[in-house]
């Protein structure tokens, strides 16, 4: 798949929080964008957020605003997704992936743009 690793799903109540985790290895200029995907089955993957590990320039999907928030550990060439305030909306596999494309600094929100990719961590939240 690409050998990016996600953790952290789980089942919640409306209103709860979750952070996930993705190791996406190395950073190279191939791998400096990191994006977040969800998908429900039945229906297109949805991004939520992507940051560009060279920057630090996040990028929200309008319904991720105000409630999820990115962050990585250079170190642990890890990115962590926040989410607070989850609704039963937000119930999806979610995926990380790494790309290179982006523009002016902000990387691009789409799944094609991601050549690398991990088995996904389930969210589960429930009214």
């Known amino acids: 798949q690409g050998n990016l690793v996600e953790s952290g799903g789980g089942s919640v109540q409306a209103g709860g929080s979750l952070r996930l985790s993705c190791v996406a290895s190395a950073y190279t200029d191939s791998r400096r964008c990191v994006g977040w995907f969800r998908q429900v089955p039945g229906k297109e993957r949805e991004g939520v957020a992507t940051i560009n590990r060279a920057s630090g320039n996040n990028v929200y999907v309008d319904s991720a605003k105000g409630r999820f928030f990115l962050s990585q550990d250079t170190a642990k060439n890890t990115v962590y997704l926040q989410m607070n305030n989850l609704k039963v909306e937000d119930t999806a596999m979610y995926y990380c992936?790494?790309?290179?494309?982006?523009?002016?600094?902000?990387?691009?929100?789409?799944?094609?743009?991601?050549?690398?990719w991990g088995q996904g961590t389930q969210v589960t939240v429930s009214s």
């Open positions: 992936a790494a790309g290179g494309a982006h523009m002016y600094g902000f990387c691009y929100m789409t799944s094609a743009d991601y050549a690398y």
